[in-house]
Protein backbone atom coordinates (compact mmCIF):
# COMPACT_ATOMS: atom_id res chain seq x y z
CA UNK A 1 0.00 0.00 0.00
CA UNK A 2 2.97 2.34 0.98
CA UNK A 3 4.43 1.82 -2.64
CA UNK A 4 0.57 2.46 -3.97
CA UNK A 5 0.62 5.75 -2.10
CA UNK A 6 4.03 6.84 -3.49
CA UNK A 7 2.90 5.96 -7.38
CA UNK A 8 -0.36 8.10 -6.46
CA UNK A 9 1.30 10.44 -5.27
CA UNK A 10 3.81 11.34 -7.95
CA UNK A 11 1.36 10.97 -10.76
CA UNK A 12 -0.79 13.73 -8.89
CA UNK A 13 2.07 15.83 -8.30
CA UNK A 14 3.35 15.60 -12.00
CA UNK A 15 -0.44 16.11 -12.96
CA UNK A 16 -1.10 19.04 -11.33
CA UNK A 17 2.23 20.43 -12.04
CA UNK A 18 1.25 20.04 -15.97
CA UNK A 19 -2.03 21.58 -15.32
CA UNK A 20 -1.34 24.59 -13.36
CA UNK A 21 1.43 25.29 -15.69
CA UNK A 22 -0.35 25.08 -19.07
CA UNK A 23 -0.84 28.77 -19.62
CA UNK A 24 2.84 28.95 -19.00
CA UNK A 25 3.48 26.59 -21.97
CA UNK A 26 1.67 28.38 -24.01
CA UNK A 27 3.18 31.49 -23.57
CA UNK A 28 6.67 29.90 -23.96
CA UNK A 29 5.37 28.40 -27.29
CA UNK A 30 4.37 31.97 -28.77
CA UNK A 31 7.96 33.47 -27.44
CA UNK A 32 9.71 30.68 -29.08
CA UNK A 33 8.26 30.64 -32.11
CA UNK A 34 10.27 33.80 -32.53
CA UNK A 35 13.73 32.58 -31.37
CA UNK A 36 16.49 30.97 -33.22
CA UNK A 37 17.10 27.26 -33.30
CA UNK A 38 19.81 27.89 -31.19
CA UNK A 39 18.30 29.72 -28.18
CA UNK A 40 15.16 27.20 -28.26
CA UNK A 41 17.74 24.73 -27.79
CA UNK A 42 19.59 26.01 -25.09
CA UNK A 43 16.29 27.07 -23.53
CA UNK A 44 14.93 23.42 -23.77
CA UNK A 45 17.93 21.73 -22.19
CA UNK A 46 19.33 24.34 -19.29
CA UNK A 47 15.74 25.68 -19.37
CA UNK A 48 14.63 22.38 -17.99
CA UNK A 49 18.03 22.11 -15.61
CA UNK A 50 17.33 25.40 -14.07
CA UNK A 51 13.67 25.11 -13.64
CA UNK A 52 13.98 21.59 -12.00
CA UNK A 53 16.65 21.58 -10.03
CA UNK A 54 16.82 25.69 -9.03
CA UNK A 55 13.32 26.48 -8.87
CA UNK A 56 11.38 23.82 -8.26
CA UNK A 57 14.39 22.16 -6.27
CA UNK A 58 15.00 25.03 -3.89
CA UNK A 59 11.45 26.33 -3.30
CA UNK A 60 10.01 23.37 -1.07
CA UNK A 61 12.96 24.30 1.20
CA UNK A 62 12.56 27.54 1.29
CA UNK A 63 9.11 27.23 1.91
CA UNK A 64 9.44 25.26 4.71
CA UNK A 65 12.84 27.30 6.39
CA UNK A 66 10.35 30.14 6.29
CA UNK A 67 8.15 28.24 8.91
CA UNK A 68 10.79 26.96 10.95
CA UNK A 69 13.15 29.81 11.17
CA UNK A 70 14.72 28.68 14.46
CA UNK A 71 16.90 25.63 11.63
CA UNK A 72 19.65 27.03 9.33
CA UNK A 73 18.89 25.97 5.89
CA UNK A 74 21.35 23.07 5.92
CA UNK A 75 19.68 22.04 8.91
CA UNK A 76 15.98 22.16 7.07
CA UNK A 77 17.55 20.22 4.12
CA UNK A 78 18.89 17.32 6.24
CA UNK A 79 15.64 17.40 8.19
CA UNK A 80 12.87 17.38 4.79
CA UNK A 81 15.44 14.75 3.63
CA UNK A 82 15.01 12.36 6.00
CA UNK A 83 12.71 9.55 6.47
CA UNK A 84 10.89 8.32 9.39
CA UNK A 85 7.09 9.13 11.06
CA UNK A 86 9.15 11.20 13.59
CA UNK A 87 10.61 13.55 11.13
CA UNK A 88 6.78 13.72 8.90
CA UNK A 89 5.28 14.84 12.60
CA UNK A 90 7.70 17.13 13.25
CA UNK A 91 7.31 19.02 9.98
CA UNK A 92 3.47 18.84 10.24
CA UNK A 93 3.46 20.17 13.70
CA UNK A 94 5.33 23.51 12.97
CA UNK A 95 3.92 23.99 9.42
CA UNK A 96 0.09 24.53 10.26
CA UNK A 97 1.19 28.42 9.27
CA UNK A 98 2.47 27.29 6.21
CA UNK A 99 -0.86 24.84 4.70
CA UNK A 100 -3.10 27.49 6.06
CA UNK A 101 -1.27 30.18 3.74
CA UNK A 102 -0.66 27.96 0.79
CA UNK A 103 -4.67 27.19 1.39
CA UNK A 104 -5.35 31.12 1.31
CA UNK A 105 -2.99 31.38 -1.58
CA UNK A 106 -4.91 29.48 -3.82
CA UNK A 107 -7.91 30.01 -2.42
CA UNK A 108 -7.48 33.45 -4.25
CA UNK A 109 -5.42 31.83 -7.28
CA UNK A 110 -9.04 30.53 -7.80
CA UNK A 111 -11.51 33.46 -7.20
CA UNK A 112 -9.07 35.59 -9.35
CA UNK A 113 -9.66 33.31 -12.29
CA UNK A 114 -13.47 32.63 -11.44
CA UNK A 115 -14.59 36.46 -10.94
CA UNK A 116 -12.32 38.43 -13.35
CA UNK A 117 -9.96 35.93 -15.91
CA UNK A 118 -11.27 35.49 -19.49
CA UNK A 119 -12.13 31.64 -19.56
CA UNK A 120 -14.00 29.32 -21.71
CA UNK A 121 -17.22 28.79 -19.30
CA UNK A 122 -17.49 24.95 -18.45
CA UNK A 123 -20.28 25.47 -15.70
CA UNK A 124 -22.96 27.74 -15.58
CA UNK A 125 -22.57 29.46 -12.83
CA UNK A 126 -19.12 30.48 -13.93
CA UNK A 127 -21.02 33.48 -16.54
CA UNK A 128 -22.91 34.39 -13.64
CA UNK A 129 -19.70 35.17 -11.28
CA UNK A 130 -17.52 36.14 -14.47
CA UNK A 131 -20.37 39.40 -15.10
CA UNK A 132 -19.52 39.93 -11.12
CA UNK A 133 -16.21 40.83 -11.78
CA UNK A 134 -15.97 43.85 -9.37
CA UNK A 135 -16.73 41.27 -6.02
CA UNK A 136 -13.51 39.64 -6.52
CA UNK A 137 -11.69 41.96 -4.29
CA UNK A 138 -14.72 42.10 -1.31
CA UNK A 139 -15.06 38.24 -1.27
CA UNK A 140 -11.14 37.32 -1.09
CA UNK A 141 -11.07 40.63 2.05
CA UNK A 142 -14.14 38.62 3.84
CA UNK A 143 -12.83 35.02 3.02
CA UNK A 144 -8.62 36.54 4.67
CA UNK A 145 -10.92 38.03 7.33
CA UNK A 146 -12.86 35.14 8.61
CA UNK A 147 -9.92 32.98 8.14
CA UNK A 148 -7.30 35.41 10.64
CA UNK A 149 -10.13 35.45 13.36
CA UNK A 150 -10.71 31.95 13.61
CA UNK A 151 -6.72 31.66 13.63
CA UNK A 152 -6.29 34.32 15.89
CA UNK A 153 -8.28 32.23 18.28
CA UNK A 154 -4.94 29.23 18.15
CA UNK A 155 -2.49 31.50 17.71
CA UNK A 156 -0.71 34.68 16.06
CA UNK A 157 1.83 32.77 14.10
CA UNK A 158 -1.49 30.89 12.20
CA UNK A 159 -3.00 33.95 11.48
CA UNK A 160 0.50 35.27 10.53
CA UNK A 161 -0.06 32.53 7.76
CA UNK A 162 -2.71 33.30 6.34
CA UNK A 163 -2.04 36.92 6.05
CA UNK A 164 1.51 35.79 4.29
CA UNK A 165 -0.79 33.47 2.10
CA UNK A 166 -2.79 36.24 1.36
CA UNK A 167 0.89 38.60 0.43
CA UNK A 168 2.32 36.16 -1.81
CA UNK A 169 -1.24 35.99 -3.83
CA UNK A 170 -0.67 39.54 -4.47
CA UNK A 171 2.83 39.87 -5.36
CA UNK A 172 2.80 36.74 -7.71
CA UNK A 173 -0.19 38.40 -9.16
CA UNK A 174 1.49 41.66 -10.21
CA UNK A 175 4.66 39.78 -11.53
CA UNK A 176 2.26 37.88 -13.86
CA UNK A 177 0.81 40.97 -15.00
CA UNK A 178 3.65 42.82 -16.01
CA UNK A 179 4.33 39.64 -17.59
CA UNK A 180 1.52 39.79 -19.49
CA UNK A 181 2.57 43.12 -20.77
CA UNK A 182 5.95 42.15 -21.33
CA UNK A 183 4.72 39.11 -23.99
CA UNK A 184 3.70 41.55 -26.14
CA UNK A 185 6.66 43.86 -26.14
CA UNK A 186 8.40 40.44 -26.72
CA UNK A 187 6.79 39.67 -29.45
CA UNK A 188 6.12 42.76 -31.46
CA UNK A 189 9.50 44.38 -30.59
CA UNK A 190 13.41 43.63 -32.02
CA UNK A 191 14.13 41.89 -28.56
CA UNK A 192 17.02 40.01 -28.25
CA UNK A 193 16.45 35.95 -27.93
CA UNK A 194 18.80 36.76 -24.63
CA UNK A 195 16.11 38.69 -22.59
CA UNK A 196 13.60 36.50 -24.61
CA UNK A 197 15.39 33.38 -22.33
CA UNK A 198 15.53 35.64 -18.93
CA UNK A 199 11.80 36.57 -19.67
CA UNK A 200 10.94 32.76 -19.79
CA UNK A 201 12.91 31.61 -16.81
CA UNK A 202 11.64 34.69 -14.72
CA UNK A 203 7.86 34.10 -15.22
CA UNK A 204 8.26 29.73 -15.19
CA UNK A 205 9.75 30.53 -11.71
CA UNK A 206 6.37 32.78 -10.80
CA UNK A 207 4.07 29.78 -12.11
CA UNK A 208 6.34 27.01 -10.57
CA UNK A 209 5.19 28.74 -6.88
CA UNK A 210 1.69 27.31 -7.60
CA UNK A 211 2.66 23.79 -8.01
CA UNK A 212 4.90 23.86 -5.19
CA UNK A 213 2.51 25.07 -2.73
CA UNK A 214 -0.29 23.00 -3.88
CA UNK A 215 2.26 20.31 -3.59
CA UNK A 216 2.02 20.63 0.47
CA UNK A 217 -1.48 19.51 0.11
CA UNK A 218 -0.35 16.03 -1.30
CA UNK A 219 2.36 15.34 1.15
CA UNK A 220 4.99 17.01 3.52
CA UNK A 221 7.77 14.46 1.60
CA UNK A 222 10.18 16.63 0.05
CA UNK A 223 11.74 13.95 -1.77
CA UNK A 224 8.36 13.32 -3.14
CA UNK A 225 7.23 16.77 -4.01
CA UNK A 226 11.08 17.25 -5.73
CA UNK A 227 10.14 13.87 -7.90
CA UNK A 228 6.54 14.89 -8.86
CA UNK A 229 7.28 18.04 -9.78
CA UNK A 230 10.13 17.68 -11.39
CA UNK A 231 8.86 15.24 -13.68
CA UNK A 232 5.75 17.44 -14.48
CA UNK A 233 8.30 20.25 -15.25
CA UNK A 234 9.91 18.12 -18.04
CA UNK A 235 6.73 16.78 -19.25
CA UNK A 236 5.81 20.98 -19.81
CA UNK A 237 8.52 21.49 -21.48
CA UNK A 238 8.11 18.46 -24.16
CA UNK A 239 4.22 19.53 -24.33
CA UNK A 240 5.44 23.15 -25.28
CA UNK A 241 7.55 21.93 -28.36
CA UNK A 242 5.78 19.04 -29.42
CA UNK A 243 1.82 19.36 -28.26
CA UNK A 244 0.90 22.94 -27.68
CA UNK A 245 -1.90 23.11 -30.40
CA UNK A 246 -3.68 20.20 -29.76
CA UNK A 247 -3.39 21.30 -26.19
CA UNK A 248 -5.09 24.71 -26.98
CA UNK A 249 -7.81 22.69 -28.44
CA UNK A 250 -8.76 21.20 -24.58
CA UNK A 251 -10.98 24.48 -23.83
CA UNK A 252 -11.35 23.05 -20.50
CA UNK A 253 -8.53 21.95 -19.45
CA UNK A 254 -7.48 25.17 -17.59
CA UNK A 255 -11.21 25.03 -16.13
CA UNK A 256 -10.21 21.35 -14.10
CA UNK A 257 -6.70 23.07 -13.18
CA UNK A 258 -8.94 25.73 -11.16
CA UNK A 259 -10.96 23.58 -9.46
CA UNK A 260 -8.72 21.74 -8.86
CA UNK A 261 -6.40 24.44 -6.95
CA UNK A 262 -10.08 25.37 -5.14
CA UNK A 263 -10.12 21.94 -3.24
CA UNK A 264 -6.57 21.43 -2.63
CA UNK A 265 -7.04 25.18 -1.30
CA UNK A 266 -9.94 23.80 0.87
CA UNK A 267 -7.98 21.13 2.43
CA UNK A 268 -4.92 22.84 3.59
CA UNK A 269 -7.07 25.31 4.89
CA UNK A 270 -8.82 22.32 7.02
CA UNK A 271 -5.16 20.88 8.08
CA UNK A 272 -3.86 24.21 9.22
CA UNK A 273 -7.04 24.32 11.35
CA UNK A 274 -5.84 20.58 12.62
CA UNK A 275 -8.53 18.82 10.93
CA UNK A 276 -6.67 15.90 9.09
CA UNK A 277 -7.84 15.10 5.72
CA UNK A 278 -6.10 11.29 4.33
CA UNK A 279 -3.27 11.85 2.08
CA UNK A 280 -4.71 9.87 -0.66
CA UNK A 281 -7.88 12.71 -0.85
CA UNK A 282 -6.15 15.10 -2.89
CA UNK A 283 -4.22 12.97 -5.64
CA UNK A 284 -8.12 11.56 -5.87
CA UNK A 285 -9.82 14.73 -5.61
CA UNK A 286 -7.84 16.21 -8.80
CA UNK A 287 -7.53 13.08 -11.02
CA UNK A 288 -11.53 13.26 -10.35
CA UNK A 289 -11.92 16.96 -11.66
CA UNK A 290 -9.43 17.04 -14.02
CA UNK A 291 -10.72 13.92 -15.63
CA UNK A 292 -14.12 15.44 -15.88
CA UNK A 293 -13.01 18.34 -16.98
CA UNK A 294 -10.64 16.93 -20.11
CA UNK A 295 -13.54 14.56 -20.97
CA UNK A 296 -15.68 17.83 -21.08
CA UNK A 297 -13.50 19.15 -23.93
CA UNK A 298 -14.43 15.96 -25.80
CA UNK A 299 -10.63 14.69 -25.32
CA UNK A 300 -8.64 11.60 -23.68
CA UNK A 301 -5.43 11.04 -22.20
CA UNK A 302 -3.78 8.68 -24.77
CA UNK A 303 -4.13 11.06 -27.72
CA UNK A 304 -1.54 13.21 -26.10
CA UNK A 305 0.78 10.62 -25.81
CA UNK A 306 0.88 9.05 -28.99
CA UNK A 307 1.55 12.57 -30.36
CA UNK A 308 4.73 12.81 -28.09
CA UNK A 309 6.04 9.56 -29.82
CA UNK A 310 5.87 10.40 -32.76
CA UNK A 311 7.55 13.36 -32.55
CA UNK A 312 10.53 11.25 -30.60
CA UNK A 313 10.56 8.71 -33.61
CA UNK A 314 10.87 11.97 -36.09
Known amino acids: MEILFIIITIFGLSLFEIITSVDNAIINAEVLSTMSERAKRWFLFWGILFAVFVIRGLLPFVIIWATMPDLSFIEIVRVTMSSGEEVRKTIEQTARALLLGGGVFLLFIFFHWLFLETKNFGLRAEKFFHSQGAWFFTVVAVILAVIVWFALKEGSILAFGAVVGSTAFFIIHGFRQY ?136
Request: aromatic share 12%; proline share 3%.
Open 179 to 314: AEQQEKRLLRGNVSDLSKILYLEVLDATFSVDGVIGAFAFTFSVPLILIGNGLGAIVLRKITVSNIERIKTYKYLKNGAMYSIFFLGIIMILDGFGHHIPAWVSPIIMFLTVGYFFHKSGANFGVILPSLKSKRNR
